[in-house]
């Protein structure tokens, strides 16, 4: 069979072109992982609750074993995710009675932590999305209420950038989040990038996560959002980019993917590279959120248990009409 050209090499030009793996997918799916990304992130790996279970107690086998498969390869690695909302566990914010630990305890945890994790892979993980998620959906507030906020307050993403800086003052540090290119969400967060920038605070990138559907976001907020990002002066990445073939939660449970909807998905990315490549100058690095729709966290989210197909890889690996698409905006 011969063999696809490398989405990689032909973005090279452009941005790095990354995946989302784990220690099992850079396994399973090595062969197209070599092959077409130049870049990787943790899927789970590197947050909270897997560097750090415990107060006393960290395990970095999992993301060290990571870091080691990109360099091998010579791919590049984003570290994902050091302050969030998920995947962080209990102790940080409750005491043994449950009892809501105090700003000084929590504070410190917040720094020892990113001191920890981000000196360990100075020079290795090139940038880290310092905070994941901080801004709320809906409703007036900026900040999303998390316990986070509840026992530091609004600066604990100040502090976050500051502990990140300092233990490596080369890494890239970017804020990161969903709904980005909702246009009441994407203003607010350029509100709080504007905010930490006039506050001297160590922010290089805006990261869109880029967890898109058949039919939304439209194109034109897509695009507004790259220019409304870009005019805040730091630098873009696509971070955790699928395009699943449901509309979030409405859609009937169940579907096949089809002829059809392979061609309407195909028509998505194809509009979506052809943007980032008009942003070709400010994006660095475009990121999928996977390999291949045989492993998609999108099976068991929004919805657990129902089938997705939003890569540009098979469920047999093979390329989609998505992948032939992008590869005509290189
Ligand atoms: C997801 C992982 O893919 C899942 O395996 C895990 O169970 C939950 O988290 N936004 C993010 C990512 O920033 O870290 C999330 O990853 C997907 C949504």
């Keep these: 069979m011969e063999e696809e050209p490398s989405l990689a090499k032909a973005f090279a030009q452009s941005f790095r072109v990354g995946a989302a793996v784990n220690g099992e997918t850079v396994v399973t799916h090595e062969t197209l992982l070599v092959r077409h990304f130049n870049s990787i992130t943790a899927e789970n790996a590197m947050k909270f609750a897997s560097l750090q279970p415990l107060p006393?107690?960290?395990?970095?086998?999992?993301?060290?074993?990571?870091?080691?498969?990109?360099?091998?390869?010579?791919?590049?690695?984003?570290?994902?995710?050091?302050?969030?909302?998920?995947?962080?566990?209990?102790?940080?914010?409750?005491?043994?009675?449950?009892?809501l630990k105090s700003r000084r305890e929590v504070l410190t945890t917040l720094k020892d932590h990113i001191n920890r994790v981000v000196s360990r892979y100075r020079g290795r993980v090139y940038c880290w999305d310092v905070v994941n998620e901080a801004v709320s959906d809906g409703g007036d507030d900026l900040l999303r209420k998390s316990l986070w906020l509840e026992t530091i307050g609004e600066d604990y993403l100040i502090e976050a950038f500051l502990a990140a800086h300092d233990a490596d003052p080369q890494a890239q540090l970017f804020y990161n989040d969903y709904n980005e290119c909702d246009p009441q969400k994407r203003a607010k967060i350029c509100r709080l990038i504007r905010r930490l920038k006039s506050e001297g605070v160590p922010i290089h990138g805006m990261g869109l996560q880029a967890h898109w559907?058949?039919?939304?976001p439209g194109i034109d907020d897509i695009e507004r959002s790259l220019n409304d990002?870009?005019?805040?002066?730091?630098?873009?990445?696509?971070?955790?980019?699928?395009?699943?073939?449901?509309?979030?939660?409405?859609?009937?449970?169940?579907?096949?993917?089809?002829?059809?909807?392979?061609?309407?998905?195909?028509?998505?990315y194809r509009a979506a590279f052809r943007l980032f490549k008009r942003y070709a100058e400010v994006i660095d690095s475009v990121t999928f959120w996977g390999i291949a729709d045989d492993r998609t966290w999108l099976d068991n989210f929004p919805v657990r248990g129902r089938k997705d197909w939003p890569l540009l890889f098979d469920t047999d690996h093979r390329p989609?009409?998505?992948?032939?698409?992008?590869?005509?905006?290189?």
């Excluded at 999992?62 to 570290?79: F, S």
């Excluded at 559907?213 to 939304?216: E, I, M």
């Design 56 to 99: 006393d107690h960290y395990r970095f086998e999992e993301a060290d074993a990571l870091v080691d498969v990109a360099e091998e390869h010579g791919m590049a690695v984003r570290g994902h995710t050091l302050i969030w909302h998920n995947q962080t566990p209990e102790w940080v914010f409750r005491d043994q009675s449950g009892r």
């Design 213 to 216: 559907h058949l039919n939304s």
């Design 229 to 268: 990002y870009a005019e805040l002066g730091v630098r873009l990445q696509i971070t955790e980019l699928d395009i699943s073939v449901y509309n979030h939660r409405e859609d009937p449970p169940y579907r096949q993917m089809t002829p059809s909807l392979l061609l309407q998905q195909a028509e998505r």
């Design 320 to 330: 989609k009409p998505a992948f032939y698409a992008i590869m005509e905006q290189a």
